[in-house]
């Protein structure tokens, strides 16, 4: 089993499920994927890059893929999910607006860069809203170093507004997404 870290978030509705409601369905759909799923709380989260547009709910699932996932169709199924809750990617702008972005962040000690995807993810470094809600499940991990690493991280980085929105204790995963 390969320990796997992904980051995700909405800003926009889709079919009539809010931005929070559709990381539940998004979290519904992942925990057919992986094992022993571990989800952070919600935090709403001013937008980056694109910095014109409504606020982003974010938070980090950890799971385990057994070994017949790899990082790409690990992928495959990350896309296969955005599609289902309305992503886009070919009418998109990059960064702007989405209902649903979920980023491989971690899988395993695996490292891939090649055209298709990068891992670990390249700007995790640089995402207090991937690196906080991190750090809130990763809290009981048996990797130290890690730990340290992404809390070193997070500590080098400006205030992003980045704000609790929802405890995990109150996230609603639908039984049916």
């Not at 989260?45 to 990082?71: H, L, W």
């Amino acid at each position: 089993m390969t320990q796997v870290i992904l980051g995700l978030g909405s800003n926009t509705s889709f079919c009539g499920k809010t931005p929070v409601e559709l990381l539940g369905c998004a979290c519904a759909q992942l925990a057919d994927v992986l094992s022993s799923c571990v989800f952070s709380s919600v935090y709403r989260t001013k937008a980056m890059y694109v910095t014109d547009q409504d606020d982003f709910y974010n938070m980090v699932v950890r799971g385990f893929a057994d070994e017949s996932v790899t990082p790409h169709s690990l992928l495959d199924e990350v896309h296969r999910i955005e599609a289902l809750y309305g992503r886009n990617r070919e009418k998109e702008q990059r960064f702007g607006p989405r209902p649903l972005d979920i980023d491989i962040e971690v899988f395993g000690n695996e490292t891939v860069n090649d055209g298709t995807l990068q891992i670990p993810h390249p700007r995790m470094h640089e995402r207090a809203f991937v690196l906080i809600p991190l750090l809130e499940i990763l809290s009981d991990s048996a990797d130290v170093v890690m730990r340290n690493t992404y809390a070193a991280y997070l500590k080098r980085l400006p205030d992003q507004g980045v704000r609790m929105y929802l405890p995990v204790k109150d996230f609603v995963i639908p039984s049916e997404a």
